[in-house]
């Protein structure tokens, strides 16, 4: 099965600070990665998808990687807020394009 | 508004006792989907489909029912519940395929099976 971890469980930054939350997959190298963001007791919300062929994407202060030789995604949060703190998740495609993979996620919590 | 909601947000049931968990979106997405997400284990998929009649397992499709007989609702039915059902549920949509566009969550379920 197409297996994805998200390898920290936790990460504290202090405000100002760039958050770097890592992504790892095994087997193949998926399509595309997703990213989401999910607060404590609602649904996730996509943030942003980086395609296999992409080495880089940016939206505001977020910025993601795809690395396809280390099997791995990495997500920057750039001059991080306290509002930013919350769950990250990746996300890969598994069996064809309809279903999906979550990684357990990585809980950022930036300081003041 | 764009969106996807569920019915009910908080429930308290027995073991056994039918329940069906309703999720309805106003997008004409094709895409819906039933997710699970336990402590250390993440969101898994339970069930998952790409239209009306057409129905798929995801990861973890044991003790879980769906339908798709409209567009806009994707029923989850748990016919006997057990304990280990326990958990928080999402439902999302897409307009196509989970993987080429953002899945658009609803609330959440969370659920407690006595």
């Known amino acids: 099965s197409q297996k994805i971890e998200q390898n920290s469980e936790a990460l504290n930054i202090q405000e100002g600070k760039t958050a770097t939350l890592t992504c790892n997959y095994t087997n193949y190298s998926p399509a595309y990665l997703q990213w989401y963001r999910q607060d404590p007791g609602r649904g996730p919300v996509f943030l942003l998808l980086?395609?296999?062929?992409?080495k880089e994407k940016r939206k505001e202060r977020l910025k993601v990687t795809f690395d396809t030789t280390l099997k791995q995604s990495l997500f920057h949060i750039t001059a991080s807020q306290p509002a930013d703190s919350a769950t990250y998740l990746c996300a890969r495609p598994s069996g064809g394009y309809q279903k999906v993979t979550f990684g357990t996620g990585t809980k950022l919590q930036v300081i003041p | 508004e764009a969106q996807v909601t569920q019915n009910p947000r908080y429930l308290i049931t027995v073991t056994g006792k039918k329940l069906t968990v309703t999720c309805s979106q106003n997008m004409n997405h094709e895409y819906m989907s039933w997710y699970r997400q336990d402590p250390g284990l993440g969101l898994r998929q339970i069930y998952y489909s790409m239209n009306v009649e057409v129905t798929d397992k995801g990861d973890v499709p044991e003790g879980y029912k769906v339908s798709r007989k409209e567009k806009r609702n994707f029923p989850l039915i748990l016919e006997s519940p057990s304990p280990n059902q326990t958990s928080l549920y999402f439902c999302?949509?897409?307009?196509?395929?989970?993987?080429?566009?953002?899945?658009?969550f609803g609330p959440g379920t969370r659920l407690l099976v006595l």
């Open positions: 980086i395609r296999e062929n992409e």
């Open positions: 999302a949509s897409s307009p196509w395929g989970a993987s080429q566009e953002t899945q658009y």
